[in-house]
């Protein structure tokens, strides 16, 4: 039996990084990657055999758990008849189908492989359907690495973005505009400075890829005031919240607080795969049907709507639809966030968390960050000793202090309560 250090030393061998996904590296948190064997329910084993409580559930996923039997037993049965065809089948339409039902401001959706995929796919669309060239993302926001969003602030608001990636050329990110996360006055000056040149503004509701920061109702209000007015689209990427945060996704909880409120493209992820590659992008008819083959936007892809990968993202959809699912998860992410914040708070440690639904973030801080630079000010010295301090007790937590964590159906309130035993004794070292 190989150990972790052992694997992952062969790992860079052949392996940049020794890793599919740099994240995964530990780099931010320091140590030896644990190199997962298999994983049941709430939790996973690593190759020493180490059990590990998994609040990484694949980064959004495994929203029931690992290995849930009607999901088994769905992906079993689209194997037996057949991995891939390239041609339509019913249950691209029946995925398809459980996802519009759930997202209202979506008449028709594209299915994909990959979060980034979807991303890239909606804003092409969105320039596609506008004519225009321009978009707008926010600090902190990930939306996956094509190369027109790996890009960060210019110096100033009405200098453009300047690559965050070697090999992106300065011209492929001069059209997209980089501004800070809840800041209505910076939105507001892009629009009226350049408002008829913008083919949409990009974000993540809930931002996961910043811990966990809510975009503030005033701010999403405006920006849904701005594309309105000046004719540009407003794309909510819920690749990390979609079907976590709440069974309608992020949108449906902005909807109750704005009244009429929809994005005009909405791209998902994750949990409608249920750990399998599929992703997918959607809006009204009259938006989508500028996409090959019936309109001038061209998208494409060989596994696109996979019959296994739609099985098991159908299987999953069903499960977390069915009554009470969500409230139970709710409570249950609840009984984290909050144990969290109450044993630092006995230990005096500054620690304030967050959650919604299935996914909660936390930060060694003494207020909850509304952007990506006060994210980066707060204390990662401590967080890394956090994460590891947790580690060694076996609690598997997003190993980087901008990553939100995941809780599952899987997860049992005698789950969480080992959580914070582990956590009250390494914040008494902390
Ligand atoms: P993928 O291409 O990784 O499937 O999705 C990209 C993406 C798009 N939009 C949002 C809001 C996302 O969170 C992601 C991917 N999330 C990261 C977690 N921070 C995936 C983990 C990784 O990169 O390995």
């Given at each position: 039996m190989s150990t972790n250090q052992q694997l992952f030393d062969r790992a860079k061998i052949s392996i940049p990084g020794g890793v599919n996904s740099p994240v995964r590296a530990f780099r931010a948190v320091g140590g030896t990657p644990r190199f997962i064997t298999r994983a049941q329910g709430a939790y996973m084993w690593d190759a020493e055999g180490?059990?590990?409580?998994?609040?990484?559930?694949?980064?959004?996923?495994?929203?029931?758990?690992?290995?849930?039997?009607?999901?088994?037993?769905?992906?079993?049965?689209?194997?037996?008849?057949?991995?891939?065809?390239g041609a339509p089948t019913e249950r691209e339409i029946e995925l398809a189908e459980e996802i519009l039902s759930l997202v209202p401001s979506c008449e028709q959706i594209r299915l994909v492989s990959s979060g980034t995929e979807?991303?890239?796919?909606?804003?092409?669309?969105?320039?596609?359907?506008?004519g225009r060239s321009k978009i707008i993302k926010f600090e902190g926001c990930y939306h996956g690495h094509a190369d027109a969003l790996l890009v960060k602030a210019g110096s100033g608001l009405a200098t453009f973005g300047h690559p965050t990636s070697a090999g992106v050329p300065a011209e492929v990110v001069q059209h997209t505009?980089?501004?800070?996360?809840?800041?209505?006055?910076?939105?507001?000056?892009?629009?009226?400075?350049?408002?008829?040149?913008?083919?949409?503004?990009?974000?993540?509701?809930?931002?996961?890829?910043?811990?966990?920061?809510?975009?503030?109702?005033p701010f999403v209000k405006r920006i849904r005031e701005l594309c309105d007015q000046h004719g540009a689209l407003f794309v909510f990427d819920e690749v990390m919240s979609g079907f976590r945060v709440a069974l309608g996704s992020a949108q449906s909880l902005y909807a109750e607080l704005i009244p009429g409120f929809r994005p005009d493209l909405s791209v998902f992820g994750k949990v409608i795969g249920g750990g399998m590659p599929l992703a997918a992008f959607g809006g009204p008819r009259r938006i989508m049907e500028q996409l090959a083959p019936l309109g001038p936007v061209y998208q494409a892809g060989t596994l696109s709507g996979n019959p296994v990968a739609t099985a098991c993202g159908l299987a999953t959809l069903r499960e977390i639809k069915k009554p009470g699912f969500f409230e139970a998860l709710s409570a249950r992410t609840?009984?984290?966030?909050?144990?969290?914040?109450?044993?630092?708070?006995?230990?005096?440690?500054?620690?304030?968390?967050?959650?919604?639904?299935?996914?909660?973030?936390?930060?060694?801080?003494?207020?909850?960050?509304?952007?990506?630079?006060?994210?980066?000010?707060?204390?990662?010295e401590r967080f890394n000793r956090f994460f590891h301090g947790m580690l060694d007790r076996g609690v598997y937590l997003a190993p980087a202090l901008y990553e939100a964590g995941f809780v599952s159906a899987a997860h049992t309130a005698e789950d969480i309560d080992a959580t914070l035993a582990a956590a009250r004794d390494v914040l008494a070292q902390l």
């Amino acid at each position: 039996m190989s150990t972790n250090q052992q694997l992952f030393d062969r790992a860079k061998i052949s392996i940049p990084g020794g890793v599919n996904s740099p994240v995964r590296a530990f780099r931010a948190v320091g140590g030896t990657p644990r190199f997962i064997t298999r994983a049941q329910g709430a939790y996973m084993w690593d190759a020493e055999g180490t059990r590990y409580i998994d609040y990484i559930g694949s980064w959004g996923p495994m929203i029931l758990g690992h290995g849930h039997p009607a999901v088994l037993d769905a992906v079993r049965k689209a194997i037996e008849e057949g991995f891939s065809f390239g041609a339509p089948t019913e249950r691209e339409i029946e995925l398809a189908e459980e996802i519009l039902s759930l997202v209202p401001s979506c008449e028709q959706i594209r299915l994909v492989s990959s979060g980034t995929e979807a991303g890239m796919s909606a804003i092409r669309l969105a320039r596609g359907a506008t004519g225009r060239s321009k978009i707008i993302k926010f600090e902190g926001c990930y939306h996956g690495h094509a190369d027109a969003l790996l890009v960060k602030a210019g110096s100033g608001l009405a200098t453009f973005g300047h690559p965050t990636s070697a090999g992106v050329p300065a011209e492929v990110v001069q059209h997209t505009l980089v501004l800070e996360y809840n800041n209505v006055e910076q939105i507001e000056e892009a629009f009226r400075t350049q408002g008829s040149e913008i083919a949409c503004v990009m974000i993540e509701p809930i931002a996961g890829n910043m811990n966990f920061v809510r975009s503030s109702v005033p701010f999403v209000k405006r920006i849904r005031e701005l594309c309105d007015q000046h004719g540009a689209l407003f794309v909510f990427d819920e690749v990390m919240s979609g079907f976590r945060v709440a069974l309608g996704s992020a949108q449906s909880l902005y909807a109750e607080l704005i009244p009429g409120f929809r994005p005009d493209l909405s791209v998902f992820g994750k949990v409608i795969g249920g750990g399998m590659p599929l992703a997918a992008f959607g809006g009204p008819r009259r938006i989508m049907e500028q996409l090959a083959p019936l309109g001038p936007v061209y998208q494409a892809g060989t596994l696109s709507g996979n019959p296994v990968a739609t099985a098991c993202g159908l299987a999953t959809l069903r499960e977390i639809k069915k009554p009470g699912f969500f409230e139970a998860l709710s409570a249950r992410t609840a009984q984290l966030a909050h144990g969290l914040q109450a044993a630092a708070q006995a230990a005096g440690v500054p620690l304030v968390s967050e959650c919604q639904g299935g996914m909660f973030g936390f930060f060694f801080a003494s207020e909850l960050p509304q952007n990506y630079n006060v994210v980066m000010a707060t204390d990662k010295e401590r967080f890394n000793r956090f994460f590891h301090g947790m580690l060694d007790r076996g609690v598997y937590l997003a190993p980087a202090l901008y990553e939100a964590g995941f809780v599952s159906a899987a997860h049992t309130a005698e789950d969480i309560d080992a959580t914070l035993a582990a956590a009250r004794d390494v914040l008494a070292q902390l």
